[in-house]
């Protein structure tokens, strides 16, 4: 195969063993992050002295767990667009996955300016201005796994509409700290 010529199309089905690996993958993966947040949460009540005199360093602790976990997502994750890279409509569908995920990020950002989201700590709306912090925080470890989804892409549309996606990421980033900085030029 020359390299004008357009990447080869097979079908868009995964082998049963592909589909029970990726599946498995992402049980495994639930199964940790569920373990290990309950491990977190019996540090903090076993610790909670601790927790109270020292916050900002558990805080950052969970930071830390949760881009662990979301890292562990990328596992099957790429393992995924591994197997469907050479089928054009199933590469698109993720691609297109991809970029509407990449879209929640300035919705996120745009509903912190919400009081009632975020600053409700509790019921639907506080559940919303929590999605949204994790959404947001974890947005480095999409932004890994945009681009290796994008090394993967073998087709033309896949590939542009992996790009937008990183694109939007890093210009909600962009918008994001222009917006914590300039008050601190003026």
Same mark, same amino acid.
């Given at each position: ?7 080869? &199309? ?32 019996? +540090? ?51 691609? +297109? ?21 975020? +600053? ?51 210009? &909600? ?14």
């Amino acid at each position: 195969m020359n390299a004008a010529s357009p990447a080869r &199309t097979v079908p868009a089905s995964l082998t049963r063993v592909q589909r029970n690996l990726v599946v498995v993958g992402y049980a495994a993966v639930l199964l940790a992050s569920a373990a290990l947040v309950f491990a977190r949460h019996l +540090q903090y009540v076993i610790h909670g002295n601790d927790v109270d005199a020292s916050g900002g360093m558990w805080a950052f602790g969970d930071l830390l767990l949760e881009l662990f976990i979301a890292g562990l997502f990328l596992v099957p994750t790429l393992l995924l667009a591994f197997f469907i890279r050479n089928s054009e409509p199933a590469f698109t569908r993720y691609s +297109q996955t991809l970029l509407g995920i990449a879209l929640t990020a300035p919705l996120c950002i745009a509903a912190f300016f919400v009081p009632a989201i975020s +600053q409700n700590g509790s019921g639907f709306l506080g559940g919303v201005g929590w999605f949204c912090l994790g959404r947001i925080s974890a947005s480095p470890v999409f932004l890994v796994g945009l681009i290796a989804s994008r090394l993967l892409a073998r087709f033309r549309r896949a590939k542009r509409l992996i790009v937008y996606g990183v694109l939007v990421e890093v210009g &909600t980033y962009a918008l994001l700290l222009a917006a914590v900085m300039v008050p601190w030029l003026r």
